[in-house]
């Protein structure tokens, strides 16, 4: 099943349910490497979500401004490698959405606890905005915001559940999005918490 959101920009229902087993226990791994962390934005604010990464660079942001980093600056160690399930699965899900041999470098890994939330933003931290970005939804449902080209485009609302897969590029890459502040309603296996993978092509130097 594939619902289109734009264009180019679609959700995969449950996608990734064959790969929860593996999933999973793979991510918790990965966060025990490089631990999750509240990140402060450019103006100085503390992020709601809690974050980390895996892959050649990990998305850093703080008071200097946004970047990707080959280095963890939390532990001074080069992110985790990429799970090779999470790889296949993001692959997979490109595949379905029309984006061949989709090679990400990057998982930016999102927690989002009772009341965090994501303001409305587009995604242009990336050398390429040809590649795709795949997005896994994980534990506790949460409101999505999927606007158009300009901040004041009204967006749609878009509920994401545990093993929802969405995937955008091509036009609908540089859409805002957002996510509506969680409530808290715990998910049978993770509780009263949302993880959101994001995997993307950040064109690094390595
Ligand atoms: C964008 N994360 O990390 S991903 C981000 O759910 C981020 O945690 C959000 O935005 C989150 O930068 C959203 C889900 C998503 C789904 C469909 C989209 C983002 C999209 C379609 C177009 C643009
Ligand atoms: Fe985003």
Known sequence: QRVAMGAQAFMLPGFAEPWLATLLPALERVLQRSPLRQMTTRGG?????QS????????????FGYRYSPIDPATGQPWPVIPECLLQLAQRAADSAG????QPDTCLINRYLPGARMGLH????????????????LGMPATFLF???NRSDRP????LQHG???VWGGVDRLRFHGVLPLADVPHPQLGSQRINLTLRRAGSNK
């Open 99 to 102: 984006f061949q041999s989709f």
């Open 52 to 63: 980390s990464a895996c892959g050649d660079v990990g998305w850093v942001c703080s008071e």
């Open 147 to 149: 606007g158009g080209h």
């Open 164 to 166: 929802d897969v969405a």
């Open 45 to 49: 604010r503390r992020m709601s979500v």
């Open 156 to 159: 749609a609302r878009t509920l």
């Open 122 to 137: 587009q995604d242009r931290d990336e050398r390429d905005f040809s590649a795709p970005i795949v997005s896994i939804s």
